[in-house]
């Protein structure tokens, strides 16, 4: 009797054992097939970042930058205004150099004070308004002109000399003037087309050449 009863209760621990070793074989499988999907969700995340178009990642997983549109850069406007103010700047030191030479303009050697005199003494005079530059070399006054070279004690060549005279007594208090009014600029340079010379010369007129 008691052979049995061991028996049977031999009979039902196997068969308890044999269930948990079911449950614990399924729950592996589980596992698996978790981890194994789990590896598969992953991989298909990395691989449509690296085949991203446009994608902003390479196969080395670090981002690429789109290629330029043009490998060699364009000039910007700012470069361009550049380039416009050198040549600009250019021209006016040209100018500048022309004037200097032809007395054609103001330039360094201009003599600021006369002109300014000139100018507001004598506004809208006809002579004054001939006048391309004055310049004060030494003690003498020279006024350049835009008269031709034919103009040689002519009015204006005359009215302008004894202009400079009247500044050069009376604004500066020279006692002994000189005053050239000078040409326009050609072959011979700026010819002189009338003068005074010191203090004992009281007209404005060229003896030579003999006015026309």
Same mark, same amino acid.
């Given at each position: 009797?008691?052979?049995?009863?061991?028996?049977?209760?031999?009979?039902?621990?196997?068969?308890?054992?044999?269930?948990?070793?079911?449950?614990?074989?399924?729950?592996?499988?589980?596992?698996?097939?978790?981890?194994?999907?789990?590896?598969?969700?992953?991989?298909?995340?990395?691989? %449509?970042?690296?085949?991203?178009?446009?994608?902003?990642? @390479?196969?080395? &997983?670090?981002?690429?930058?789109?290629? @330029?549109?043009?490998?060699?850069?364009?000039?910007?406007?700012?470069?361009?205004?550049?380039?416009?103010?050198?040549?600009?700047?250019?021209? %006016?030191?040209?100018?500048?150099?022309?004037?200097?030479?032809?007395?054609?303009?103001?330039?360094?050697?201009?003599?600021?004070?006369?002109?300014?005199?000139?100018?507001?003494?004598?506004?809208?005079?006809?002579?004054?308004?001939?006048?391309?530059?004055?310049?004060?070399?030494?003690?003498?006054?020279?006024?350049?002109?835009?008269?031709?070279?034919?103009?040689?004690?002519?009015?204006?060549?005359?009215?302008?000399?004894?202009?400079?005279?009247?500044?050069?007594?009376?604004?500066?208090?020279?006692?002994?003037?000189?005053?050239?009014?000078?040409?326009?600029?050609?072959?011979? &340079?700026?010819?002189?087309?009338?003068?005074?010379? %010191? %203090?004992?010369?009281? @007209?404005?007129?060229?003896?030579?050449?003999?006015?026309?």
């Amino acid at each position: 009797m008691r052979q049995r009863v061991n028996r049977g209760k031999s009979l039902a621990r196997s068969r308890r054992g044999g269930h948990r070793r079911r449950k614990a074989r399924r729950t592996r499988v589980l596992e698996v097939f978790a981890g194994l999907a789990a590896i598969v969700v992953a991989a298909v995340a990395i691989g %449509g970042v690296f085949v991203r178009p446009g994608g902003g990642a @390479s196969a080395s &997983g670090v981002p690429t930058l789109a290629p @330029s549109v043009a490998g060699v850069p364009s000039a910007t406007p700012d470069t361009a205004g550049k380039g416009s103010g050198v040549e600009a700047a250019s021209t %006016g030191a040209k100018k500048a150099r022309g004037a200097a030479k032809t007395a054609s303009g103001p330039s360094k050697h201009t003599d600021a004070k006369a002109m300014s005199y000139f100018k507001k003494r004598w506004v809208g005079d006809k002579a004054v308004k001939r006048i391309t530059d004055i310049r004060t070399i030494g003690k003498y006054l020279r006024i350049y002109t835009n008269l031709p070279e034919s103009a040689h004690n002519s009015r204006s060549a005359i009215d302008l000399c004894k202009r400079g005279l009247e500044y050069l007594v009376q604004e500066v208090g020279d006692e002994h003037p000189v005053v050239f009014v000078q040409a326009e600029f050609g072959q011979n &340079g700026n010819p002189v087309l009338a003068n005074i010379l %010191g %203090g004992g010369d009281d @007209s404005c007129r060229l003896t030579h050449p003999a006015p026309n």
